[in-house]
Nanobody
Framework: QVHLVESGGGSVQSGGSLRLSCVVS????RGWFHQVPRKEREGVAA???????TYADSVKGRFTISQDNAKNTLYLQMNSLKPEDTAMYYC??????????????????WGQGTQVTVSS
């Protein structure tokens, strides 16, 4: 049973920063996706076991994904936050990544999510 627990969400003003954390190990790809009510989930950033990273166009240059292998911890540093970043953010793990927009697959795993709210 895979168990992922996110932390670090909260409320900030536009232009602010937050860092999300998640304890996760194993799996070829680890990362984050977000979801807002009545919309499809969307991959935000992922990192492979080889250290390669991929980002959604909407967050490139603002968000950074990283991992501390010694602590089995995944991070998402979110800078220059915008109101449109408001969503529930989920830590996820999957052995496949075809298109980040639709990641993770139905065979992936994710946590309960942490809310990020950015006010203008």
């Amino acid at each position: 049973q895979v168990h992922l627990v996110e932390s670090g969400g909260g409320s900030v003003q536009s232009g602010g920063s937050l860092r999300l954390s998640c304890v996760v190990s194993g799996y070829t790809y680890r990362g984050w996706f977000h979801q807002v009510p009545r919309k499809e989930r969307e991959g935000v950033a992922a990192i492979g076991s080889d250290g390669r990273t991929t980002y959604a166009d909407s967050v490139k240059g603002r968000f950074t994904i990283s991992q501390d292998n010694a602590k089995n911890t995944l991070y998402l540093q979110m800078n220059s936050l915008k109101p449109e970043d408001t969503a529930m953010y989920y830590c996820a793990a999957d052995n496949r990544l075809v298109d980040l927009k639709w990641w993770p697959s139905s065979s992936g795993y994710w946590g309960q999510g942490t809310q990020v709210t950015v006010s203008s």
